[in-house]
């Protein structure tokens, strides 16, 4: 019986952008695949990320993810305060 699979040797593994290491995960802001070394968590309010070393180095004027949830939110409270007064000035 000869039942077996073939093995992946170096199939399908992502690599790391900057090193060449198999990759831990994709970059928060840039979408690179980094390995854990090549990577550095940034907490941005409330939710930590971890942004490759490219990204890292150069974020200073960087715009920041949760500015942008910031502002999404602050619209729809804008929006509903203005529907209640809408319907307010209706009645
Ligand atoms: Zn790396
Ligand atoms: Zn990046």
């Not at 900057?18 to 309010?45: E, F, I, K, Q």
């Not at 715009?63 to 949830?69: A, G, H």
């Not at 804008?78 to 529907?83: M, N, T």
């Amino acid at each position: 019986m000869t039942g077996q699979l073939l093995t992946a040797g170096d199939g399908p593994v992502v690599r790391c952008r900057l090193c060449g290491r198999p990759a831990a995960g994709p970059c928060a802001r840039c979408r690179v695949s980094v390995c854990g070394d090549c990577s550095v968590l940034t907490d941005g309010g409330a939710t930590t990320f971890a942004i490759c070393l490219t990204c890292a180095r150069g974020g200073t004027s960087l715009d920041r993810p949760w500015l942008s949830l910031l502002a999404w939110l602050g619209g729809i409270v804008l929006a509903i305060a203005a529907l209640a007064v809408a319907i307010v000035a209706l009645r």
